[in-house]
């Protein structure tokens, strides 16, 4: 890595501007792949993928049991999939057991259900303690948990990508498919949050 | 290797950061810039998902670090394009110094040096055609290994002892894929840890599974 006169490497998004500017004059990639690439991360492949699928869980239980068993299928059939999303296992939160998904190697993360990662889940802490602290993290992160749940961290170290299956919340009986997506949160489908009832 | 990027159980990193409403994909411009050059930078310097994950392992904690995830994709980027020698270590610098209005000679193209690697098939599941050495439920230990390169055994499993909840699908081994000397499709098995094996008595309760491949994985009898 080479550095600037003051010792600290250049700008990031200078370097990042250069490294565009070297590919490109040598075709060797086209910036219009390149916007294709950030608005489909931006627009389309994002967290309300997931919401529909624990929404359709929520309310088909032939659903449910097809995306408990074959994940990866079952997230095909309403049209996700595609890269980090090679093979997809869903695990279900209830009131006496309690999944979290971290990665820490790297930041994998399910993108055809949740689009990319939120930072703090990049983050060296969470990445660090999740695995040896869970019940202390969860609760520094908004969510208290009982005594008596039994909580698995999901750490994501080959190409399985975990999405967890939120508890629905009591008092949502009434509500439709398409009003239940609405409250179906990331966080919650990365296990570091419950969904509430509106 | 050991590093930075194994940090699994690792001290002094601080609170984590509650999760905040409404966080856009990219903070900045220049992170959904250098997202997209990464994921085409693998392709153009013939490397793979695996080598670039051992890029950013390679990266020194600075580097890793200092401008967050989407920098570290873009230092591994680069490591993978001088590596395949695409471009000279000393180019991207250059060039940002002449967008920075200074006038410095960049350096001259080298002669590319891909690696010799082409993939089976697309993506990382691979058939194995020998049934699986470990059975769900079986106790099973983590090798206590330090491997040289790259590898997917993170280091707070190595040398404990889990049992067998899940019998994954086969896929390639990375540890070989990320240095280009083969696919070596293994079985892959979700193995739960008790966080007392892990970190002794006065743990929290609770388990952890992980993803590891056969040949991470011995027999405890």
Request: with cysteine; aromatic share 6%.
């Amino acid at each position: 890595m080479t550095t600037d006169g003051s010792g600290g490497r250049l700008p990031v998004a200078l370097r990042t501007e250069a490294l565009e500017q070297l590919l490109t004059e040598r075709g060797l990639i086209d910036p219009k792949v390149m916007d294709g690439l950030i608005t489909d991360y931006e627009t389309n492949v994002g967290p309300l993928n997931g919401a529909k699928v624990v929404a359709r869980a929520w309310t088909d239980p032939r659903y449910r049991r097809r995306l408990l068993e074959e994940g990866t299928a079952a997230i095909k059939e309403l049209g996700f999939s595609g890269p980090q999303g090679e093979h997809i296992v869903v695990v279900e939160n209830t009131a006496t057991t309690h999944n979290v998904v971290v990665c820490t190697l790297c930041s994998c993360y399910p993108w055809p259900v949740l689009g990319l990662p939120p930072s703090w889940y990049k983050d060296p802490a969470y990445r660090a303690r999740m695995v040896k602290e869970p019940r202390k993290v969860l609760s520094e992160m908004g969510l208290e948990l009982a005594e008596d749940v039994r909580i698995t961290v999901r750490d994501s170290t080959s190409e399985v990508r975990w999405l967890v299956l939120p508890e629905r919340p009591a008092g949502t009986e009434r509500l439709s498919e398409e009003q239940l997506v609405p409250l179906v949160t990331r966080d919650a489908m990365v296990g570091v949050a419950k969904v509430k009832a509106p | 290797m050991e590093g930075i990027a194994d940090m699994g159980g690792t001290e002094g990193w601080g609170p984590v950061h509650p999760p905040q409403g409404g966080e856009p994909v990219f903070e900045e411009p220049w992170q959904g810039r250098a997202f997209a050059l990464t994921l085409l930078s693998i392709r153009v310097s013939g490397q793979n998902v695996d080598a670039f994950r051992h890029a950013q392992e390679r990266l020194d904690p600075a580097a890793y670090l200092d401008d967050g995830y989407f920098g570290r994709w873009l230092n591994a980027a680069e490591l993978m394009l001088t590596d395949s020698a695409i471009l000279a270590p000393s180019a991207i610098d250059a060039r940002a110094r002449n967008l920075h209005g200074d006038h410095v000679e960049e350096p001259p193209i080298p002669e590319p040096a891909k690696p010799d690697y082409a993939p089976t098939a697309e993506g990382s599941l691979r058939a194995v055609d020998v049934p699986p050495a470990f059975a769900v439920g079986e106790r099973v230990r983590a090798k206590n290994t330090s491997p040289p390169g790259h590898t997917r055994l993170p280091g707070y499993v190595r040398g404990h002892t889990g049992i067998v909840e899940l019998i994954q699908p086969s896929a390639l081994l990375p540890d070989t894929n990320a240095h280009f000397l083969g696919e070596n499709p293994q079985h892959v098995y979700s193995v739960r840890f008790d966080s007392r094996q892990l970190w002794g008595t006065g743990a929290e309760p609770f388990a952890v599974t992980v993803e590891l491949f056969e040949s991470y994985l011995e027999t405890t009898s």
